[in-house]
């Protein structure tokens, strides 16, 4: 048998590659930016860091729109201003703008947001600037507004990893209630020091954050939660710029 040089061996190879290729691939390395999610018809509840300021801010109800197999999106942003939004969706990643003129002001800054969705649509992060001076930028976690079929009321054994440090730290023991009513359900609680946590859960999914005891960083846990209520696993991060993954046992 004739042996092929490199060169032919080479040829033979992209030959099978270009055979294999999608007929719908328009370019070496490009990828579908098709949604992977659609979130017409959805309100979100967002919550807010700013950077220099401690804490989250209180969550904000935005709805959004989206035509079937569409990129773009719509919406509006919280009363009382409802502002409208526009956007798109590029695979799992989201970004809209918006503009809102602060409380007894003139002046209309624009906000950006830039973020993405989790597994199954449920959650988004991400961060946001604007040009407001005194409101920068900072993070932004969201969470779908839909009824939770499960409670994670009770005490609940955290334990986490922080990317680049071996090992797992924890468990830690942090308390939760959990208050669904005709606006969602939010989260209260304590985390192990004391602090007052605040978050949401829609759907399986849960965020939940607090300040830590410095009093300056804001811890941010988002993840899911199983059938059961028993168990829950996710990643976290904080405003210092550290973050992981956690997993969480029900203790009672």
Wanted: proline share 6%.
């Amino acid at each position: 048998m004739q042996e092929l040089s490199a060169s032919k061996w080479l040829k033979v190879c992209l030959l099978f590659l270009v055979l294999g290729l999608s007929p719908g691939l328009t370019g070496c390395g490009s990828t579908s930016n098709l949604p992977s999610f659609n979130i017409n018809g959805t309100t979100w509840f967002v919550y807010n860091t700013v950077v220099g300021t401690p804490g989250e801010n209180e969550a904000d109800p935005f709805s959004f729109s989206q035509s079937s197999g569409s990129n773009t999106i719509a919406g509006t942003t919280p009363p009382p201003q409802s502002q409208p939004l526009n956007g798109d969706i590029n695979g799992s990643a989201i970004s809209f703008v918006f503009s809102l003129t602060e409380t007894a002001g003139t002046t209309a800054f624009t906000y950006t947001y830039t973020g993405s969705f989790n597994t199954d649509g449920t959650v988004m992060s991400g961060i946001w600037t604007s040009t407001n001076p005194n409101k920068p930028s900072g993070q932004w976690d969201a969470v779908i507004n839909l009824a939770p079929p499960v409670s994670i009321t009770g005490n609940w054994n955290v334990s986490h990893t922080t990317n680049g440090t071996p090992g797992e730290e924890g468990p830690d023991l942090f308390s939760f209630s959990q208050n669904t009513n005709s606006t969602g359900s939010n989260i209260g609680g304590t985390a192990p020091q004391g602090q007052n946590i605040v978050g949401r859960t829609g759907s399986f999914s849960v965020f939940f954050s607090w300040v830590g005891s410095d009093g300056t960083t804001t811890f941010m846990y988002s993840g899911t939660v199983n059938i059961s209520g028993t168990n829950m696993s996710g990643t976290w991060r904080d405003t210092s710029g550290n973050s992981g993954t956690w997993t969480a046992t029900k203790s009672g």
